[in-house]
C-alpha cells in the first residue's frame, strides 16, 4: 500500500512539473537423429527418393505474450500492457454528462470503458470509468449520479465521483461498500457530502457545468477518508472480458451482419449518439448532437475497438405515496436480456448476465459462447426495451 502511495504521488508531483481485467504454446518437439544402423551410404536408383526431415524448417512458434517492459502486465480493462502498479490500483467512476452545453469535457478521452444509460427527461448521462487517472489535473465536468449507475461501476471496484444524486440513491450507500466523493450531499438534502476537497469549480463554464476534480485532490479525499489505493480483495473480481490474441473480426461469428455505423438516436434522442467505423485505424468515433465527441485536454475525437449495446429493463419509480416518480429505475441485475456486440465493423446479436452487484457482466452469443473483444477501449450503451439501434450510416448524425 504504501509502495502504491509514492509511486501516485511520485507521478503526479512529476505531471504537476511538466504542465505548470495467454497461456505459452509448448515447444515443437525436436526430430530426433536418424539411428546409425539405419543410415545407408547410397539409395538404390530404383527406391523412390524420400526427404530427408531435417532440410524441412520448422514451423514457426507462436510468439510469447511478452511485455514491451520489464514490470508490466495485461490490464483487465482494455488488455493494454500497463505497470504492475497501476493494475493493482483502483480506477474512478466518474459521472459525465451528456449536454450540448457541457461539451467538451477533460479526461473522458482517458476512459477505458465509458457507460452511456438514461435519465428522467429523456437525457442520457456517462459514467467513465478511468484507471489512468493519478496524472490528470483536470477531470469533468461532473454531474450527479442515479443508483443503477452503481451496478456498473461496481464492477470496477472504482472510487465514484459523482456532484450528489436523488434520495433513492441513500439505501444502497448507507451499506458503506460503495466509496464515493461528492462535491454537496451525496444523496439527496438532508445527507451530508464526502470528498468534497477532492472538486473545483472552473469560473470560465457556467454552473452546473463547472465542477471538476483533479488527481491530487482525488488522492487527498481518499487519504482522509482511508479509502484504499489498491482493490480490495473481497469485493474486486478481476476475470472480467475476455480477449482476443489477435484480431476478433467476427466474420464467421453467427448471425453477423455488417456496422459501418452504431446510430443510438432512438434510444437517445436528445444525445443522438452515434459511432462511425473507420476501416484504417479499426476503431468506432463517438460522436454527440451531430459533432465528434472531443477530449477538452487533447482535442482528440473519443474512439472504441469495441462497443457492446445492452438492452435492460426499465420502469418509473413508484413513490411511498403511491405517485409515479419522474426518475427510472434500470434492472441491472439480469439472466435474460439481450443485445449486441460491435467490432471492426460487424454487429452479432449477444444476451447478458449480472447476477450479483460486484460480479461481472458477462456477455455471450446465441450460441452461447462467451464474446471475445478486440484490444483497445469499450463503449457499453445500456438502452431501454422497445428502443432499437441501426447499423446503418446517418449523415446528418456524423459531423463533416
Same mark, same amino acid.
Given at each position: 500500500?504504501?509502495?502504491?502511495?509514492?509511486?501516485?504521488?511520485?507521478?503526479?508531483?512529476?505531471?504537476?512539473?511538466?504542465?505548470?481485467?495467454?497461456?505459452?504454446?509448448?515447444?515443437?518437439?525436436?526430430?530426433?537423429?536418424?539411428?546409425?544402423?539405419?543410415?545407408?551410404?547410397?539409395?538404390?536408383?530404383?527406391?523412390?527418393?524420400?526427404?530427408?526431415?531435417?532440410?524441412?524448417?520448422?514451423?514457426?512458434?507462436?510468439?510469447?505474450?511478452?511485455?514491451?517492459?520489464?514490470?508490466?502486465?495485461?490490464?483487465?480493462?482494455?488488455?493494454?500492457?500497463?505497470?504492475?502498479?497501476?493494475?493493482?490500483?483502483?480506477?474512478?467512476?466518474?459521472?459525465?454528462?451528456?449536454?450540448?452545453?457541457?461539451?467538451?469535457?477533460?479526461?473522458?478521452?482517458?476512459?477505458?470503458?465509458?457507460?452511456?444509460?438514461?435519465?428522467?427527461?429523456?437525457?442520457?448521462?456517462?459514467?467513465?470509468?478511468?484507471?489512468?487517472?493519478?496524472?490528470?489535473?483536470?477531470?469533468?465536468?461532473?454531474?450527479?449520479?442515479?443508483?443503477?449507475?452503481?451496478?456498473?461501476?461496481?464492477?470496477?471496484?472504482?472510487?465514484?465521483?459523482?456532484?450528489?444524486?436523488?434520495?433513492?440513491?441513500?439505501?444502497?450507500?448507507?451499506?458503506?461498500?460503495?466509496?464515493?466523493?461528492?462535491?454537496?450531499?451525496?444523496?439527496?438534502?438532508?445527507?451530508?457530502?464526502?470528498?468534497?476537497?477532492?472538486?473545483?469549480?472552473?469560473?470560465?463554464?457556467?454552473?452546473?457545468?463547472?465542477?471538476?476534480?483533479?488527481?491530487?485532490?482525488?488522492?487527498?479525499?481518499?487519504?482522509?477518508?482511508?479509502?484504499?489505493? $489498491?482493490?480490495?480483495?473481497? &469485493? *474486486?473480481?478481476?476475470? +472480467?472480458?475476455?480477449?482476443?490474441? =489477435?484480431?476478433? !473480426?467476427? %466474420?464467421?461469428?453467427?448471425?453477423?451482419?455488417?456496422?459501418?455505423?452504431?446510430?443510438?438516436?432512438?434510444?437517445?434522442?436528445?444525445?443522438?449518439?452515434?459511432?462511425?467505423?473507420? $476501416?484504417?485505424?479499426?476503431? &468506432? *468515433?463517438?460522436?454527440? +448532437?451531430?459533432?465528434?465527441?472531443? =477530449?477538452?485536454? !487533447?482535442? %482528440?475525437?473519443?474512439?472504441?475497438?469495441?462497443?457492446?449495446?445492452?438492452?435492460?429493463?426499465?420502469?418509473?419509480?413508484?413513490?411511498?405515496?403511491?405517485?409515479?416518480?419522474?426518475?427510472?429505475?434500470?434492472?441491472?441485475?439480469?439472466?435474460?436480456?439481450?443485445?449486441?456486440?460491435?467490432?471492426?465493423?460487424?454487429?452479432?446479436?449477444?444476451?447478458?448476465?449480472?447476477?450479483?452487484?460486484?460480479?461481472?457482466?458477462?456477455?455471450?452469443?446465441?450460441?452461447?459462447?462467451?464474446?471475445?473483444?478486440?484490444?483497445?477501449?469499450?463503449?457499453?450503451?445500456?438502452?431501454?426495451?422497445?428502443?432499437?439501434?441501426?447499423?446503418?450510416?446517418?449523415?446528418?448524425?456524423?459531423?463533416?
Amino acid at each position: 500500500m504504501k509502495r502504491l502511495k509514492l509511486l501516485l504521488l511520485l507521478t503526479l508531483t512529476s505531471s504537476l512539473l511538466l504542465v505548470g481485467c495467454g497461456k505459452d504454446e509448448p515447444a515443437s518437439k525436436p526430430v530426433p537423429p536418424a539411428e546409425e544402423d539405419n543410415i545407408t551410404s547410397e539409395i538404390p536408383k530404383d527406391d523412390p527418393v524420400v526427404d530427408d526431415p531435417t532440410d524441412n524448417p520448422v514451423a514457426d512458434e507462436p510468439e510469447e505474450d511478452l511485455p514491451p517492459e520489464e514490470g508490466m502486465v495485461r490490464s483487465k480493462l482494455t488488455n493494454e500492457w500497463i505497470t504492475e502498479e497501476q493494475a493493482i490500483a483502483r480506477p474512478i467512476a466518474i459521472m459525465m454528462p451528456t449536454d450540448k452545453a457541457a461539451q467538451p469535457q477533460n479526461g473522458i478521452g482517458q476512459a477505458d470503458i465509458l457507460y452511456e444509460c438514461m435519465e428522467e427527461g429523456g437525457i442520457s448521462r456517462q459514467l467513465a470509468v478511468i484507471d489512468g487517472w493519478q496524472s490528470l489535473d483536470k477531470i469533468g465536468n461532473i454531474r450527479s449520479c442515479r443508483d443503477y449507475y452503481f451496478y456498473m461501476a461496481c464492477e470496477w471496484d472504482p472510487i465514484l465521483i459523482h456532484v450528489g444524486g436523488v434520495y433513492y440513491m441513500q439505501d444502497r450507500l448507507s451499506l458503506g461498500d460503495i466509496q464515493n466523493l461528492s462535491e454537496n450531499a451525496e444523496a439527496g438534502a438532508g445527507s451530508s457530502s464526502k470528498g468534497t476537497v477532492a472538486f473545483f469549480r472552473d469560473k470560465s463554464r457556467k454552473s452546473p457545468h463547472n465542477c471538476y476534480v483533479s488527481a491530487e485532490g482525488i488522492l487527498t479525499a481518499m487519504d482522509r477518508l482511508d479509502y484504499p489505493l $489498491e482493490h480490495r480483495e473481497e &469485493y *474486486y473480481e478481476p476475470d +472480467h472480458f475476455q480477449f482476443a490474441e =489477435d484480431t476478433n !473480426t467476427l %466474420e464467421d461469428a453467427p448471425d453477423v451482419m455488417d456496422a459501418p455505423a452504431i446510430d443510438l438516436s432512438d434510444p437517445y434522442p436528445y444525445s443522438e449518439s452515434y459511432l462511425e467505423y473507420n $476501416e484504417e485505424d479499426g476503431l &468506432y *468515433y463517438k460522436y454527440l +448532437h451531430g459533432e465528434a465527441q472531443i =477530449d477538452a485536454t !487533447t482535442g %482528440e475525437q473519443l474512439t472504441f475497438a469495441n462497443v457492446i449495446i445492452q438492452t435492460t429493463y426499465s420502469e418509473k419509480r413508484i413513490d411511498g405515496d403511491g405517485s409515479v416518480s419522474k426518475y427510472l429505475a434500470f434492472k441491472m441485475h439480469d439472466t435474460t436480456r439481450t443485445g449486441y456486440f460491435v467490432t471492426q465493423g460487424k454487429a452479432i446479436p449477444v444476451r447478458w448476465e449480472k447476477t450479483t452487484d460486484y460480479g461481472a457482466t458477462r456477455y455471450y452469443d446465441m450460441d452461447g459462447n462467451e464474446i471475445v473483444l478486440n484490444t483497445g477501449k469499450t463503449y457499453i450503451a445500456i438502452i431501454q426495451e422497445e428502443k432499437y439501434p441501426s447499423f446503418e450510416i446517418n449523415e446528418s448524425l456524423a459531423s463533416n
